[in-house]
């Protein structure tokens, strides 16, 4: 991949249950800097070319039009490097290493940026000022500001008798004021990607895979942290997410942007074509505070966007072994016996399992870190019987902290001056959650992040045990009491830093803290798992996240998949949805097909609502009960898999689960696919989300072979089956998928079982794939105490050859090699063998089913941590 393929464009100024309430949350006509921006004309900025200075990875120039005048930093970046910080606040970005421009050419009208090893180039045009990026291919991808669009409203001392915009100075919600005591500080800029008609990203939305267009047809994409229970579906609507990132991609062409800004933020976005006919997508970045900060993403591929994004934004570290597997919850278990019930309920019925969670009435009067003493008396016990099992458990904690003085989380912070403050910088800011009269901790305070740390160790967190994990909701933060259920915007963080200005990194700067304080309880050995609600940039590093409050209905099930996906493209990859909808009764239909779904999606969870029934799969038919211990037991006998390729997102950026379009790029009729989805390069997976469907047409990129998941023989694209005890899942042809067979009660206890894999040839009868296993638990795996083995088959004519081999790591694994299901084999073989290094060759076991074109070979009895060869003949 070219070096210099990412670019930074930075300009700094010189100077109770029920259906959503729309009315609560604001549109952008009610948003007074929203409104300015999306009608606003060009602005008739100009780059001054006497102010220009180039030298090393940096460009700078004045920008100026009749009212502001600007600084543009043009910063050429390698691929593995990010930006610094540009916020007033603790870090949450990783510290960026410039790659110097190979050349540099002013002329009279623009100047020319040749970036990194020769192979990006930058136009700058002088008037009007717009920013065009080339790719290595001499092709236009992307331009800043092209619509002349860029608008920054600069702090000011309010002049007696001038006249503002409506909202500058001070602004009206419902009943609610927001101050503006420095005047509106807004900024937006346009940026178009050249040639593309299709693009995906700006999570959280309830909304399609790929962005619709917004301009003339709705509000613009919002993205502002809010608690938004039994959400609508198919609308811009904010969620609990704000990503504010955007990749576009055509037949084998992918770009991106990311705007690096944590205030409100509104895009909209239009897909049209110019007059020449050259299609583009526009996306028109609106935010309330901030500075216009912009990464380029130039590709080439969607899989170079992909990993330079992850460069900027960070990857998920590797989770632990237990969090991929399903997690049991509710609202909430109602005491230690409840819990045992529930973890017995599981082994009687032979459903494994691996975490039970418990919501915010675990805890005496919503007072985190404390447990009710009538209800969960003796919790160490009843971890520890948990534990036992191999299983975890959860725990919620939020981030209000009940206004009582008996409470010694609130009398610590309250002491030493740890809550974010009112208006006035002074007085504590207190909303209404949960416990009632709230306050909130601000994270931008130098000792909170300590404080909040230290909670976490065993001695602090009385009841607790290295068993026991958590659960960040509510942390967009949610305030009942406030404008749009959340905090006042003019509240004052450490520093002096209105809300406004960091919003949207509250819930991360929490769940950032809690994975610190995990982290640290046991000196940094083990990992830590946080579920988190709210997110933005860089949450991947230190969270998981979930969808939110769902509904049990058939199109929460539909939209569940392109959420998870459009959260993926943006670098979040450890998601899921709450199985079966969080508010509501779902039938057995929807349940069951809402569990098969969510056998393939990253987080995997049931969770319900306080007033729903109860539904513990047991609980269920016995034909539905058994259809959902299927979907567990799948989901467990791919956990080698899913394990893999959460460690391969580490290193390339590429999450578990993506769109078809990341593993067949040029292919055009599957860019707006949201039904089907991959899992890694090799499964494709179409969920069933219609009522009383049992037939569904599956689109199978004809490149490649496929196979039916469960029979294995080979299929093409058309109309499938999908009776209620099944859905269509697909392995690619030339692919080698690693599975445990044995399937136990919790993921941990099957760490060293024996494999069995799968093989399925491709159209010149080969394959290949690879497995990533360690401890599952702790971070020895950065002491190279992990193994990975790879395994090819060969089409050698009338032999065949299975390759099995070492290829890393210093982990005296105990797997080995249980079963070999190779698919699409043409014919019988006469004989199997295999060879060891120093051992004889020895003959193995097979069988062959012609139907199917299926061969089994049983036990190789080939552990992972050496090499073999099978030899298959003919």
């Given at each position: 991949?070219?070096?210099?393929?990412?670019?930074?464009?930075?300009l700094?100024?010189?100077?109770?249950?029920?259906?959503?309430?729309?009315?609560?949350?604001?549109?952008?006509?009610?948003?007074?800097?929203?409104?300015?921006?999306?009608?606003?004309k060009e602005t008739?900025?100009?780059?001054?070319?006497?102010?220009?200075s180039?030298?090393?990875?940096?460009?700078t120039?004045?920008?100026?039009?009749?009212?502001?005048t600007?600084k543009?930093?043009?910063?050429?970046?390698?691929?593995?490097?990010?930006?610094?910080?540009?916020?007033?606040?603790?870090?949450?970005?990783?510290?960026?290493?410039?790659l110097?421009?190979?050349?540099?050419?002013?002329?009279?009208?623009?100047?020319?940026?040749i970036?990194?090893?020769?192979?990006?180039?930058?136009?700058?045009?002088?008037k009007?000022?717009?920013?065009?990026?080339?790719?290595?291919?001499?092709?236009?991808?992307?331009?800043?500001?092209?619509?002349?669009?860029?608008?920054?409203?600069?702090?000011?001392?309010?002049?007696?008798?001038?006249?503002?915009?409506e909202?500058?100075?001070?602004?009206?919600f419902?009943?609610?004021?927001?101050?503006?005591?420095?005047?509106?500080?807004?900024?937006?800029?346009?940026?178009?990607?050249?040639?593309?008609?299709?693009?995906?990203g700006?999570?959280?939305?309830?909304?399609?895979?790929?962005?619709?267009?917004?301009?003339?047809?709705?509000?613009?994409y919002?993205?502002?942290?809010?608690?938004?229970?039994e959400?609508?579906?198919?609308?811009?609507?904010?969620?609990?997410?704000?990503?504010p990132?955007?990749?576009?991609?055509?037949?084998?062409?992918?770009?991106?942007a990311?705007?690096?800004?944590?205030?409100e933020t509104?895009?909209?976005?239009?897909?049209?074509?110019?007059?020449?006919?050259?299609?583009?997508?526009?996306?028109?970045?609106?935010?309330?505070?901030g500075?216009?900060d912009?990464?380029?993403?130039?590709?080439?591929?969607?899989?170079?966007?992909?990993?330079?994004?992850?460069?900027?934004?960070?990857v998920?570290?590797?989770?632990?072994?237990?969090?991929?597997?399903?997690?049991?919850?509710?609202?909430?278990?109602?005491?230690?016996?409840?819990v045992?019930?529930?973890?017995?309920?599981?082994?009687?019925?032979?459903?494994?399992?691996?975490?039970?969670?418990?919501?915010?009435?675990?805890?005496?009067?919503?007072?985190?870190?404390?447990?009710?003493?009538?209800?969960?008396?003796?919790?160490?016990?009843?971890?520890?019987?948990?534990?036992?099992?191999?299983?975890?458990?959860?725990?919620?904690?939020?981030?209000?902290?009940?206004?009582?003085?008996?409470?010694?989380?609130y009398k610590d912070?309250?002491?030493?001056?740890?809550?974010?403050?009112?208006?006035?910088?002074t007085?504590?800011?207190?909303?209404?959650?949960?416990?009632?009269?709230?306050?909130?901790?601000?994270?931008?305070?130098?000792?909170t992040?300590?404080?909040?740390?230290?909670?976490?160790?065993?001695?602090?967190?009385?009841?607790?045990?290295?068993?026991?994990?958590?659960?960040?909701?509510?942390?967009?933060?949610?305030?009942?009491?406030?404008p749009?259920?959340?905090m006042?915007?003019?509240?004052?963080?450490y520093?002096?830093?209105?809300?406004?200005?960091?919003?949207?990194?509250?819930?991360?700067?929490?769940?950032?803290?809690?994975?610190?304080?995990?982290?640290?309880?046991?000196?940094?050995?083990?990992?830590?798992?946080?579920?988190s609600?709210?997110?933005?940039?860089?949450?991947?590093?230190?969270?998981?996240?979930?969808?939110?409050?769902?509904?049990?209905?058939?199109?929460?099930?539909?939209?569940?998949?392109?959420?998870?996906?459009?959260?993926?493209i943006?670098?979040?990859?450890f998601?899921?949805?709450?199985?079966?909808?969080?508010?509501?009764?779902p039938?057995?239909?929807?349940?069951?097909?809402?569990?098969?779904?969510?056998a393939?999606?990253?987080?995997?969870?049931?969770?319900?609502?306080?007033?729903t029934?109860?539904?513990?799969?047991?609980?269920?038919?016995?034909q539905?009960?058994?259809?959902?211990?299927?979907?567990?037991?799948s989901?467990?006998?791919?956990l080698?898999?899913?394990?893999?390729?959460?460690?391969e997102?580490?290193?390339?950026?590429?999450?578990?689960?993506?769109?078809l379009?990341?593993?067949?790029?040029?292919?055009?009729?599957?860019?707006?696919?949201?039904?089907?989805?991959?899992?890694?390069?090799?499964?494709?997976?179409?969920?069933?989300?219609?009522?009383?469907?049992?037939?569904?047409?599956?689109?199978?990129?004809?490149?490649?072979?496929?196979?039916?998941w469960?029979?294995?023989?080979?299929?093409?694209?058309?109309?499938?089956?999908?009776?209620?005890?099944?859905?269509?899942?697909f392995?690619?042809?030339?692919?080698?998928?690693?599975?445990?067979?044995?399937?136990?009660?919790?993921?941990?206890?099957?760490?060293?079982?024996?494999?069995?894999?799968?093989v399925?040839?491709?159209?010149?009868?080969?394959?290949?794939?690879?497995?990533?296993?360690?401890?599952?638990?702790?971070?020895?795996?950065?002491?190279?105490?992990?193994v990975?083995?790879?395994?090819?088959?060969?089409?050698?004519?009338?032999?065949a050859?299975?390759?099995?081999e070492?290829?890393g790591?210093?982990?005296?694994?105990?797997?080995?090699?249980?079963?070999?299901?190779?698919?699409?084999?043409?014919?019988?073989p006469?004989?199997?063998e295999?060879?060891?290094?120093?051992d004889?060759?020895?003959?193995?076991?097979?069988?062959?089913?012609?139907?199917?074109?299926?061969?089994?070979?049983?036990?190789?009895?080939?552990?992972?941590?050496?090499?073999?060869?099978?030899?298959?003949?003919?």
């Open positions: 991949m070219a070096a210099g393929s990412c670019l930074a464009i930075i700094l100024l010189s100077g109770a249950v029920e259906m959503v309430k729309r009315e609560d949350f604001k549109t952008c006509d009610q948003s007074s800097f929203c409104k300015r921006h999306r009608n606003v008739g900025y100009e780059l001054l070319s006497n102010t220009i180039s030298h090393g990875a940096e460009y120039a004045n920008l100026q039009n009749s009212e502001n600007l543009l930093t043009i910063t050429g970046l390698a691929d593995s490097t990010i930006q610094n910080d540009i916020f007033p606040t603790p870090s949450f970005a990783q510290t960026p290493e410039p110097a421009f190979k050349s540099f050419d002013n002329s009279g009208s623009e100047s020319t940026i970036a990194g090893d020769g192979k990006i180039k930058v136009v700058v045009s002088f009007p000022f717009v920013v065009n990026v080339f790719n290595e291919f001499g092709e236009l991808v992307s331009q800043v500001n092209r619509d002349g669009k860029l608008k920054i409203e600069e702090f000011r001392t309010k002049e007696e008798g001038k006249e503002y915009p909202g500058f100075w001070e602004e009206h419902k009943s609610f004021k927001d101050s503006k005591p420095y005047g509106s500080s807004s900024v937006g800029v346009d940026i178009s990607f050249v040639n593309f008609k299709t693009a995906y700006l999570p959280e939305h309830a909304d399609s895979l790929a962005l619709r267009t917004t301009v003339g047809n709705t509000d613009p919002r993205l502002y942290n809010l608690d938004v229970f959400y609508e579906l198919n609308n811009p609507m904010a969620l609990y997410v704000a990503v990132y955007i990749l576009a991609h055509r037949a084998n062409r992918s770009v991106g990311l705007w690096f800004n944590a205030a509104w895009v909209d976005t239009q897909s049209s074509v110019t007059s020449h006919n050259v299609p583009h997508f526009d996306a028109h970045f609106i935010s309330e505070s500075l216009v912009i990464f380029l993403f130039v590709g080439p591929s969607v899989r170079d966007v992909q990993r330079q994004n992850s460069k900027i934004s960070g998920t570290p590797l989770p632990p072994l237990f969090s991929i597997g399903y997690h049991q919850c509710r609202w909430n278990y109602n005491d230690e016996q409840d045992q019930q529930v973890n017995q309920g599981f082994d009687d019925h032979d459903m494994p399992m691996d975490v039970i969670w418990l919501d915010i009435e675990h805890t005496d009067g919503k007072k985190y870190f404390t447990w009710d003493q009538h209800k969960f008396a003796h919790p160490i016990e009843m971890l520890d019987k948990v534990a036992a099992k191999g299983r975890k458990m959860v725990t919620i904690i939020d981030p209000h902290i009940k206004k009582d003085d008996g409470y010694y989380v912070a309250k002491d030493k001056g740890l809550f974010v403050k009112r208006a006035d910088g007085t504590d800011f207190e909303g209404h959650c949960w416990p009632g009269a709230s306050e909130y901790l601000d994270f931008w305070h130098p000792e992040r300590s404080y909040w740390k230290d909670q976490f160790t065993f001695e602090r967190y009385v009841g607790s045990t290295k068993d026991l994990f958590t659960w960040n909701d509510m942390n967009e933060p949610s305030v009942f009491s406030g749009e259920i959340t006042d915007k003019d509240a004052i963080h520093g002096g830093i209105e809300h406004r200005e960091v919003h949207n990194m509250y819930g991360m700067m929490y769940h950032s803290a809690t994975f610190d304080g995990l982290l640290a309880r046991t000196n940094g050995q083990d990992r830590p798992f946080i579920l609600r709210s997110g933005f940039i860089g949450t991947q590093r230190t969270a998981a996240i979930w969808t939110g409050d769902n509904t049990a209905e058939w199109g929460h099930l539909e939209i569940a998949a392109p959420m998870v996906l459009s959260l993926s943006a670098g979040i990859p998601v899921g949805a709450d199985v079966g909808g969080f508010f509501g009764n039938d057995e239909q929807l349940l069951t097909r809402w569990y098969q779904a969510g393939y999606q990253p987080f995997f969870r049931g969770h319900a609502h306080i007033d029934k109860r539904r513990e799969p047991w609980l269920l038919s016995e539905s009960k058994n259809i959902v211990r299927e979907a567990l037991r989901r467990y006998a791919l080698p898999f899913w394990y893999t390729l959460f460690q997102h580490t290193s390339n950026g590429l999450p578990p689960m993506r769109p379009f990341y593993e067949f790029p040029n292919d055009d009729s599957i860019l707006e696919e949201q039904k089907q989805w991959m899992v890694g390069s090799d499964l494709l997976v179409r969920a069933v989300v219609e009522k009383d469907t049992y037939n569904v047409q599956v689109n199978l990129p004809t490149s490649e072979r496929w196979y039916d469960v029979v294995g023989n080979e299929v093409k694209s058309g109309y499938f089956d999908a009776p209620i005890d099944k859905i269509p899942v392995q690619r042809g030339g692919s080698i998928i690693p599975t445990w067979q044995r399937i136990r009660r919790a993921a941990p206890l099957m760490k060293d079982d024996p494999l069995t894999l799968f399925a040839l491709n159209s010149d009868g080969n394959a290949k794939g690879q497995v990533y296993l360690d401890d599952g638990k702790t971070h020895d795996y950065q002491k190279e105490l992990y990975r083995a790879s395994f090819v088959y060969k089409n050698e004519g009338k032999r050859t299975i390759l099995g070492h290829i790591g210093k982990l005296e694994a105990k797997n080995w090699i249980e079963r070999i299901v190779v698919r699409g084999v043409a014919e019988s006469k004989k199997v295999i060879t060891r290094v120093s004889p060759v020895q003959p193995l076991e097979f069988s062959y089913d012609r139907d199917s074109r299926v061969l089994i070979i049983r036990k190789p009895e080939a552990l992972i941590t050496t090499n073999y060869q099978i030899h298959i003949d003919f």
